[in-house]
């Protein structure tokens, strides 16, 4: 049974992810907690409509295998993650999906799932477990959490950068969990904030979940016609980050994750920083980092926590770790969190500007693609990707432990990679004409796709 995928379980809400799985998941997960004797659990969700049900599915499953449980009502991912601080926490979340689906994320200590924990859920579920005996059975209060979390958030943004001042910046919330906690944060921070889409709506109606150049259309308008300095974008549980600046263009989100590696290796007092990252994140990241005097791990896409956990197997002091979007500040905590991101930013923008931030980050022409390919055939094609790929392009190096990366002497790349979650093969570029240099690694792709159908 594969029920994770690399950011918990999602899906339809009436198909996959329903009631009934969610009851299984959170039954195997308070029976694995059981065994260890660790029996509080927090549970919160985001503002879909069937977040209320499924909520009331975990508690069930997680009270019946006896944990006690408390409901800390609709939150951001970020916040359940800091809640489940001491005890374990369940979150009920599609994160950017269309409204129709839902999913399960589940945390310990502050830190989700890895993969060998997820792994022992799944086959408790294939297994079955039974309840706790009837007198064991744990029960459920209600609990405040947003409050606490929002003013150490707020603590904490206040070691970098300075006071607010004249900045003024638009926040489109998605309609989803940020709206409760994002513009509250940046206001205490000083910030003059100016809000889109920020009441939670499980219909999502102000734009889709995703934010992306094309979904923050309102905003990017708003921020060029002159309303707002800068803008940042939101997905459903606030997770994700995307900064629009005052042109009302979305920053490449690899400029943002170089900005804030290289300011986290520069303030550290340790000494060896790393920064971990992904496979598909570019170069300008290794070279800001490096710049700055720390060094840069990767670990395949959805696995930072499982990076953060090697690197600091081998000595290193992770300073920072991020996927495009997603943020992890170590030193405030272990989960991904934009809205200490947008906090954080947001003095960093008002101590030196948006544009003195980006101006040492080398932006390269960069471009993805993905090529179709059948979920059955992507193990076939990547074998094959891994020979044809080197030998279309002799002149670089390759790295083949997640997906092909191909690194050239000029520093341009790319890394061809199968989606966890679609019928696809992602292509990743930077390169000087990188027009011609994707259509000839989609070219390899494409032809390897055919050969293996």
């Known amino acids: 049974m594969e029920l994770f995928g690399t950011a918990g379980i999602r899906g339809s809400a009436t198909e996959r992810v329903t009631p009934g799985l969610v009851l299984e998941v959170a039954a195997a997960l308070g029976a694995q907690a059981r065994e260890e004797d660790d029996r509080e659990f927090v549970v919160g969700r985001d503002g879909r409509v069937t977040g209320p049900a499924l909520a009331a599915a975990a508690e069930a499953g997680l009270e019946s295998a006896g944990a006690d449980v408390r409901r800390i009502g609709q939150v951001p991912t970020p916040a359940l993650a800091f809640a489940s601080q001491g005890r374990r926490g369940v979150m009920l979340t599609a994160s950017h999906n269309p409204p129709t689906d839902n999913g399960v994320k589940a945390f310990v200590d502050g830190v989700e799932y890895g993969e060998a924990a997820e792994t022992a859920v799944e086959d408790l579920v294939s297994a079955g477990t039974s309840p706790a005996a009837w007198d064991e059975w744990g029960d459920g209060v209600d609990e405040d959490v947003l409050d606490a979390y929002r003013r150490a958030v707020v603590s904490y943004a206040r070691e970098f950068g300075a006071d607010a001042?004249?900045?003024?910046?638009?926040?489109?919330?998605g309609n989803g969990m940020a709206s409760v906690a994002t513009p509250q944060v940046l206001r205490?921070?000083?910030?003059?904030?100016v809000t889109l889409n920020a009441t939670v709506d499980g219909h999502f109606p102000g734009r889709e979940s995703k934010p992306t150049a094309e979904s923050l259309t309102d905003l990017r308008e708003f921020v060029r016609d002159g309303g707002a300095d800068v803008g940042i974008g939101h997905d459903g549980d606030a997770d994700r980050i995307v900064v629009v600046d005052g042109d009302g263009e979305v920053v490449h989100e690899d400029t943002i994750l170089a900005v804030l590696a290289e300011r986290y290796v520069a303030t550290s007092d340790v000494d060896d920083p790393v920064v971990v990252t992904t496979p598909?994140?570019?170069?300008?990241?290794?070279?800001r980092v490096e710049a700055a005097g720390g060094r840069v791990e990767r670990v395949a896409l959805g696995y930072l926590h499982d990076g953060i956990a090697a690197a600091r197997a081998d000595g290193g002091d992770v300073v920072f770790a991020a996927e495009p979007w997603k943020h992890i500040h170590t030193r405030f905590g272990d989960w991904i969190d934009a809205v200490t991101s947008a906090a954080v930013l947001s003095r960093l923008v008002a101590a030196e500007g948006l544009d003195s931030l980006r101006a040492p980050v080398t932006e390269r022409p960069y471009r993805k693609e993905s090529v179709r390919c059948p979920d059955d055939d992507k193990v076939a094609v990547m074998e094959r990707l891994a020979e044809t790929l080197p030998a279309a392009f002799p002149a670089a190096a390759v790295d083949s432990e997640y997906g092909v990366r191909l690194t050239f002497?000029?520093?341009?790349?790319?890394?061809?990679?199968?989606?966890g979650t679609e019928p696809y093969v992602r292509v990743y570029a930077e390169h000087d004409e990188v027009d011609r240099f994707v259509e000839e690694v989609v070219g390899v792709v494409e032809s390897?796709?055919?050969?293996?159908?």
């Open 165 to 173: 001042g004249d900045v003024r910046i638009a926040v489109d919330c």
């Open 188 to 193: 205490d921070l000083g910030v003059d904030v």
């Open 280 to 287: 598909n994140a570019s170069g300008r990241i290794d070279e």
């Open 409 to 419: 002497d000029d520093a341009s790349w790319t890394l061809v990679r199968p989606s």
């Open 448 to 453: 390897a796709v055919e050969t293996v159908n």
